[in-house]
């Protein structure tokens, strides 16, 4: 797809990886609508780097872990933006919790409810208005190593993120018929503000290419997977070569 002109929604805008995927498809002629939860000031900071790269940008707020939060906010950017082609599911959290026995239930479900469930709500709303008005779209969906090998943060964790990469497969074959693409990508530890401080230096020693990933080489992939029209049902890895956990 040439993203020239294209009207995209980008969930966790406002964080690390959001935000430098949210500025380079800006750059590639994107118009975008930077979904934030609470950080509403990073989320208009964001809105105008889009801006002063010449697109038009929206920050809109919604829990992506509520159905009908989401709806209103797929309502509002179609509404406000003229439409929806591109999705990019970046939102998620991270409770650091290494061993089963210190993750609550409530950590579980929270977990599950917006790193997964929120991937869920944000295809299904935005799937439907692919379908019924754009006839085609893009879906990229942020995954994690930790969902191809389990990692080192927590069972809850690589859970929510392996079921992103089952819910690609199955989500890419059943809108193949649509030329609706859909996609992931799984990065290994990314210099932002998930990360607690403390864990980057131990993690930059366990990748092959002796470092954390900058947001912009996570973004990078995303890019290639959205102006691609053939490749779908794929999870690109950015790790460094960390494979293993
Ligand atoms: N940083 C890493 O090392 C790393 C590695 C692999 C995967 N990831 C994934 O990349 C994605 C982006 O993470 P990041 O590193 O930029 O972290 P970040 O904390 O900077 O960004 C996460 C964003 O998600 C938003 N968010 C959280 N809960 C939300 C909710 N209920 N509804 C809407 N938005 C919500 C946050 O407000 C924030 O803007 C996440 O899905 C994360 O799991 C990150």
Avoid: Q
Wanted: charge should be neutral; proline fraction near 2%; include cysteine.
């Amino acid at each position: 797809m040439d993203l020239e002109g294209k009207v995209a929604l980008v969930t966790g805008g406002s964080g690390g990886i959001g935000r430098s995927i949210c500025v380079g498809l800006a750059a590639r002629g994107c118009d975008v609508a930077v979904n934030y939860f609470s950080r509403r000031d990073e989320a208009l900071m964001v809105v105008d780097e889009v801006r002063r790269l010449g697109r038009r940008g929206m920050a809109v707020r919604a829990d992506v872990s509520k159905m009908r939060e989401v709806e209103e906010m797929v309502k509002c950017v179609v509404r406000e933006m003229g439409g929806i082609d591109v999705l990019v599911n970046c939102a998620g959290i991270l409770i650091v919790r290494p061993s089963i026995l210190e993750v609550t239930e409530e950590e579980w479900d929270r977990t599950i409810e917006v790193n997964l469930k929120g991937v869920f709500n944000c295809c299904k709303a935005v799937a439907k208005h692919f379908i019924e008005e754009r006839r085609g779209g893009k879906i990229v969906n942020i995954s994690s190593i930790a969902g191809r090998n389990g990692g080192t943060v927590g069972v809850h964790y690589a859970a929510s993120k392996a079921g992103i990469i089952g819910l690609t497969m199955s989500l890419a074959s059943e809108l193949a018929r649509y030329g609706i693409t859909v996609n992931a990508v799984a990065p290994g530890p990314v210099d932002t503000k998930l990360i607690p401080d403390e864990l980057k230096e131990k993690l930059a020693a366990m990748v092959p290419l002796g470092r954390i990933a900058r947001p912009d080489e996570v973004a990078s992939a995303v890019i290639f997977l959205l102006e691609n029209d053939h490749v779908t049902g794929a999870t690109i890895d950015v790790n460094g070569g960390r494979w293993y956990s």
